[in-house]
């Protein structure tokens, strides 16, 4: 049994067997089995080493097509960006026309209530005179009135009942 221990010593290893001695190991490792094994464990473990790199791959392909659009994104950002610094720099011009616009626009509506309380303290005088020009315009009237009576009558002067009283 000894002769079958492959871990025993020089002088153990094919003593008394003329077919196996001087073999040993080096048999055993070279026999059909064991080399047909190995290459299937070598093509086995090949085979998941290239599964893993193919989907290694796979994933830096769906990485790549990210990172491009990621780029056209960032292109159109820098465009929006840019859009909204023009439109920022014309609204500040704007805002700057429409400050100066505001200053004389609350000058003029200063001047403008002004204007509106020198009208108010002028409608007492204006509605004063509007009575006394209908006041007049009644006297008026009531001359007219009389004149036509004493033209349309002119004997009624004479007897004192126009308007001329002598």
């Known amino acids: 049994m000894q002769d079958d221990d492959v ?8 003593a008394g067997n003329p077919v196996r001695e001087g073999t040993g190991m080096y048999r055993r490792v070279n026999s059909g089995g064991f080399i047909g094994a190995m290459t299937l464990g070598i093509v086995i473990v090949m085979a998941v080493f290239t599964w893993v790199m193919w989907g290694m791959s796979r994933q830096v392909y769906v990485m790549t097509d990210v990172m491009v659009e990621l780029n056209g994104s960032f292109k159109s950002m820098v465009v929006d960006m840019n859009d909204i610094n023009v439109n920022m720099v014309a609204m500040r011009d704007s805002m700057g026309r429409m400050e100066g616009t505001m200053a004389g626009m609350s000058a003029d509506i200063a001047a403008m209530s002004g204007n509106i309380g020198d009208m108010t303290g002028r ?3 204006m509605t004063g005179t509007m009575q006394a020009m209908t006041a007049n315009i009644a006297r008026m009237i009531a001359d007219v009135g009389r004149a036509s009576y004493a033209f349309s009558n002119p004997a009624s002067y004479m007897f004192g009942g126009g308007p001329f009283p002598f």
């Open 7 to 14: 871990f025993a010593g020089p002088d153990l290893v094919g």
């Open 123 to 125: 409608m007492a005088q």
